[in-house]
C-alpha cells in the first residue's frame, strides 16, 4: 500500500473518530451560535474529505514526495526508532519512583547503549556527571520541583 | 539631545548595564533549554527585582526577553529542537544548513539577523510608540479572526509541494488546538476525562516532538554509516556576499515583525513564520528554501527579534501586555509601583528612556556573547552521537517536565515525536501543523467572539475595515500561493514528460 493511500485512509478514519468525539462534547447554557463541537465537525469534515482526496490521488498513482525517514531499514529501523519512545516513556513511568537524578543517570546510560556505545565504565561515569549537572540546572539553578523518589530522604 | 543625556543617566547611575548584560545571559540559557520560555526565564527573576532600583530591574527583565527569543533559536538550528515557539521556523533552513555542516555559518546568520531585528525593533520602539499605539487600539476581535487567517494563508507554500499533505496536517494541527477547554462555553471538549488536558495542548509541545524527537527517532534508526557530523565547528559571521542576500529577508522581517509585534497577542512565532513565508516568496532563490537556505534562517530571527522591541509598544503606551512575556514586564513595572501607560512617560521619562538604553546594551551583549559561546555550542554537538543523543533526549524530557512538573506533557511530546517520525515517511510538512496549532485558539475563539458580538451576523468581518483589509491579503495570499503552487507542479509534469 502506497503511502499516499496510507495517508489518506488514516485521515479518514481520524476524522470519523474525531466527529464521534465532537457529537459527545457537552452542551452549555452559555454557548454561542456555533457551539463548542461547531469548528471540531467542520475540522472533521475538512479532514475526511481531504483524506478521500489523498486516497483518490495515490489510486490514481499520483507521485508524492518520499519524506526522510529511514528508506532501508524497513521494519527494523521503526522498530528501533519506536524503542527510543519506549525509553522515554519508560523515564515517564519510573522516574516518579527513582527520583530526577537517579532516573536520569540511568536515562543517559541506557539511551547512549540504545544509540551504539558499548557499556562501559566511561559511559557510566559521563552518565553520571551528566545527570548531575542537569539536576544543578534544573532544581538549583532553575528551581524546578524534580521528583525526589528514592532519593527523597537525603535530599528532601 | 536631551532624552538622550537622560537615557544615558538612567543607564550609568544604576546597576542598568550589568544587568542588561546578565539579562542577556540569563535569557539566552533559558530560551536555549526547551520549555523554558522566555516568560519563565523573565518570571524566574522577577523575585530578585525588589530589591533593585526601578530602571535596572526593568533593564534586567527586558534583556532576559532579548536574550530568550534569540536563544531559543540555537538548539532549533544544533538539535533541531526550537528552544521557543518563535524558533520553530528557523529549524526548517537553521537545522538543514547544520546537516550540510553549516552550523557555523547558520549560527552566525541567525546571531546577525537577531541583531539587525532587535536594533530596528528599537528604533520603531524610542521613535513610533504612539502612532503604532493606535494599531493596537484597532484590533478587535474580528480584526484578531482575520489575523489567524492571514497566518493560516501561508499552509499553502508551507506544504512543500505537496498541498494536500499539508492541508491534512494543517487541519490535525488545528485539531489538536481544540482539545481543552472551550474558549466560549468553558465546556472540556476531547479531554475524555482528564484533567491534564482541560489546559489544551501546549504548541511547545508539539513542536519539541515533532520536530526533536522524531529526529532523534530517526538518528536513532539510521545505520551508523549513514550518520553525518558537523564538519563546520567555529562560528562564522556573514560576509559581504551573504549580507546582501539576508537584506530583503530582513527587511520582510522588520516589516512584518513590527506589525505583528504592537498586535497584543499575535507574537513572535506568526511574525516568524510569515516572514519565512514571503522571505521565501521574495527570494531570488526560492527553491534553496528547505534545503539551507540563508534566507531562510535570516527572515524568521530578524522578525522574531523586532517582536521583542515592538512588543513593548502596547505594554508602554496603553499598559496592555499583548504577550506572556509583557505580562511578566508589566509585573515588574508594577512592583516598582510604576504604571505603564500614557502618564508613564510623562512621570517616569528616566525609566521609559533606561529602558531603551538598556535594550540597545541587551542587543550589543547578545551579539558579544554569541561571538564568545556559540564555538563551544557547535563543538558540544560534535561530540560522539550515542552521548549527544542521550544528552539531548534528557535536556528535552527534563525541559518538558519543568513546564508543569508533568509527566502526562512528556507523553504528549513523545507521542507527537511519533506522529512526527510517521509524517516524515509519509512525507507530510510539519509547518502547516505547527501553524494550526498555534493559530487555531486565536482563529475559533475571535471568530466565535465576533458573532457574540454582532449577533450571529458574519457581515461584521467585512464591516470591520482591519478586519476587511487582512482577510483581503489572505485571500490575495493564498490565490498567489495556489497559483504558484499549481504552476509549479505543471513544470515538473513537463519536465518528467519530457525526460
Given at each position: 500500500m502506497g503511502r499516499g493511500l496510507v495517508c489518506g485512509i488514516g485521515a479518514l478514519a481520524l476524522s470519523i473518530a474525531y466527529y464521534a468525539a465532537a457529537t459527545g462534547v457537552p452542551a452549555s447554557l452559555l454557548s454561542d451560535a456555533v457551539g463548542a463541537d461547531g469548528l471540531p465537525k467542520v475540522l472533521a469534515v475538512a479532514l475526511g474529505l481531504l483524506g478521500i482526496l489523498a486516497a483518490v490521488r495515490a489510486v490514481l498513482a499520483r507521485s508524492i514526495p518520499a519524506g526522510d525517514a529511514p528508506e532501508g531499514g524497513g521494519v527494523a529501523a521503526h522498530a528501533r526508532a519506536l524503542g527510543m519512545v519506549a525509553l522515554g516513556a519508560a523515564y515517564a513511568v519510573l522516574t516518579p519512583t527513582l527520583g530526577y537524578v537517579v532516573g536520569t543517570i540511568a536515562f543517559l546510560f541506557f539511551v547512549a547503549t540504545y544509540s551504539g556505545q558499548r557499556p562501559s565504565l566511561r559511559l557510566a561515569a559521563i552518565s553520571a556527571a551528566g545527570g548531575l549537572v542537569l539536576w544543578l540546572v534544573f532544581v538549583k539553578l532553575l528551581g524546578v520541583a524534580m521528583p525526589l523518589g528514592m532519593l527523597a530522604p537525603l535530599l528532601g | 539631545m536631551n532624552d538622550l543625556y537622560t537615557a544615558w543617566t538612567a543607564l550609568t547611575s544604576g546597576w542598568a548595564i550589568p544587568a542588561a548584560l546578565g539579562g542577556v545571559v540569563w535569557g539566552i540559557f533559558g530560551g536555549a533549554l526547551p520549555g523554558i520560555s522566555p516568560s519563565i526565564a523573565m518570571a524566574l527573576l522577577l523575585p530578585f527585582t525588589y530589591g533593585l532600583d526601578p530602571v535596572t530591574a526593568?533593564?534586567?527583565?527586558?534583556?532576559v526577553y532579548v536574550g530568550a527569543e534569540y536563544g531559543g533559536s540555537i538548539p532549533a538550528i544544533l538539535i533541531r529542537t526550537p528552544g521557543t515557539n518563535s524558533a520553530a521556523a528557523t529549524?526548517?533552513?537553521?537545522?538543514?544548513?547544520?546537516?550540510?555542516?553549516?552550523?557555523?555559518?547558520?549560527?552566525?546568520?541567525?546571531?546577525?539577523?537577531?541583531?539587525?531585528?532587535?536594533?530596528?525593533?528599537?528604533?520603531?520602539?524610542?521613535?513610533?510608540?504612539?502612532?503604532?499605539?493606535?494599531?493596537?487600539?484597532?484590533?478587535?476581535?474580528?480584526?484578531?479572526?482575520?489575523?489567524?487567517?492571514?497566518?493560516?494563508?501561508?499552509?499553502?507554500?508551507?506544504?512543500?509541494?505537496?498541498?494536500?499533505?499539508?492541508?491534512?496536517?494543517?487541519?490535525?494541527?488545528?485539531?489538536?488546538?481544540?482539545?481543552?477547554?472551550?474558549?466560549?462555553?468553558?465546556?472540556?471538549?476531547?479531554?475524555?476525562?482528564?484533567?491534564?488536558?482541560?489546559?489544551?495542548?501546549?504548541?511547545?509541545?508539539?513542536?519539541?516532538?515533532l520536530f526533536a524527537v522524531s529526529e532523534l527517532m530517526v538518528q536513532v534508526?539510521?545505520?551508523?554509516?549513514?550518520?553525518?557530523?558537523?564538519?563546520?565547528?567555529?562560528?562564522?559571521?556573514?560576509?559581504?556576499?551573504?549580507?546582501?542576500?539576508?537584506?530583503?529577508?530582513?527587511?520582510?522581517?522588520?516589516?512584518?515583525?513590527?506589525?505583528?509585534?504592537?498586535?497584543?497577542?499575535?507574537?513572535?512565532?506568526?511574525?516568524?513564520?510569515?516572514?519565512?513565508?514571503?522571505?521565501?516568496?521574495?527570494?531570488?532563490?526560492?527553491?534553496?528554501?528547505?534545503?539551507?537556505?540563508?534566507?531562510?534562517?535570516?527572515a524568521p530571527e530578524a522578525a522574531n527579534n523586532v517582536v521583542t522591541a515592538t512588543a513593548l509598544v502596547p505594554l508602554l503606551s496603553l499598559g496592555i501586555p499583548g504577550s506572556n512575556s509583557a505580562a511578566v514586564l508589566l509585573g515588574g513595572f508594577l512592583i516598582h509601583g510604576l504604571s505603564p501607560g500614557p502618564m508613564l512617560f510623562e512621570r517616569n521619562a528616566d525609566v521609559v528612556y533606561g529602558l531603551y538604553g538598556g535594550l540597545l546594551v541587551a542587543n550589543i551583549a547578545m551579539l558579544l556573547i554569541g561571538l564568545v559561546i556559540l564555538s563551544p555550542c557547535i563543538w558540544l554537538?560534535?561530540?560522539?552521537?550515542?552521548?549527544?543523543?542521550?544528552?539531548?533526549?534528557?535536556?528535552?524530557?527534563?525541559?518538558?517536565?519543568?513546564?508543569?512538573?508533568?509527566?502526562?506533557?512528556?507523553?504528549?511530546?513523545?507521542?507527537?515525536?511519533?506522529?512526527?517520525?510517521?509524517?516524515?515517511?509519509?512525507?507530510?510538512?510539519?509547518?502547516?501543523?505547527?501553524?494550526?496549532?498555534?493559530l487555531g485558539n486565536l482563529v475559533e475563539s475571535n471568530y466565535r467572539r465576533s458573532l457574540v458580538l454582532a449577533d450571529g451576523d458574519h457581515a461584521i468581518f467585512v464591516q470591520d475595515p482591519v478586519a476587511l483589509g487582512l482577510l483581503a491579503a489572505a485571500v490575495l495570499m493564498l490565490v498567489v500561493s495556489l497559483y504558484r503552487e499549481t504552476r509549479a507542479l505543471a513544470r515538473a509534469r513537463e519536465e518528467n514528460a519530457a525526460q
Open positions: - | 526593568i533593564v534586567l527583565l527586558a534583556s529549524v526548517l533552513d537553521g537545522f538543514e544548513m547544520n546537516r550540510q555542516g553549516r552550523a557555523g555559518e547558520a549560527l552566525g546568520i541567525s546571531l546577525v539577523s537577531g541583531l539587525v531585528g532587535g536594533l530596528f525593533g528599537l528604533v520603531v520602539l524610542v521613535l513610533f510608540t504612539e502612532p503604532l499605539a493606535r494599531v493596537a487600539l484597532a484590533f478587535t476581535p474580528p480584526a484578531y479572526f482575520a489575523l489567524g487567517m492571514l497566518g493560516l494563508s501561508v499552509i499553502a507554500s508551507l506544504s512543500a509541494g505537496s498541498l494536500v499533505m499539508g492541508l491534512i496536517a494543517a487541519v490535525v494541527g488545528l485539531m489538536i488546538a481544540t482539545v481543552g477547554t472551550d474558549p466560549v462555553s468553558g465546556v472540556p471538549r476531547f479531554t475524555f476525562g482528564s484533567p491534564d488536558l482541560l489546559g489544551g495542548i501546549r504548541p511547545i509541545l508539539v513542536m519539541v516532538g534508526s539510521e545505520p551508523a554509516w549513514a550518520r553525518t557530523s558537523t564538519r563546520d565547528t567555529r562560528l562564522k559571521l556573514p560576509n559581504w556576499a551573504t549580507w546582501k542576500r539576508m537584506f530583503r529577508p530582513h527587511a520582510i522581517g522588520a516589516v512584518i515583525g513590527t506589525v505583528e509585534g504592537v498586535t497584543p497577542g499575535a507574537g513572535g512565532t506568526i511574525a516568524a513564520f510569515m516572514s519565512y513565508n514571503e522571505a521565501r516568496r521574495w527570494s531570488n532563490h526560492p527553491e534553496e528554501f528547505g534545503h539551507g537556505s540563508v534566507e531562510g534562517v535570516a554537538v560534535n561530540r560522539p552521537k550515542p552521548y549527544l543523543l542521550a544528552f539531548i533526549f534528557a535536556l528535552i524530557v527534563s525541559g518538558v517536565y519543568s513546564i508543569d512538573q508533568s509527566f502526562f506533557d512528556l507523553g504528549l511530546v513523545l507521542a507527537a515525536g511519533a506522529l512526527g517520525y510517521v509524517m516524515r515517511w509519509l512525507g507530510m510538512p510539519f509547518l502547516p501543523m505547527v501553524l494550526g496549532v498555534v
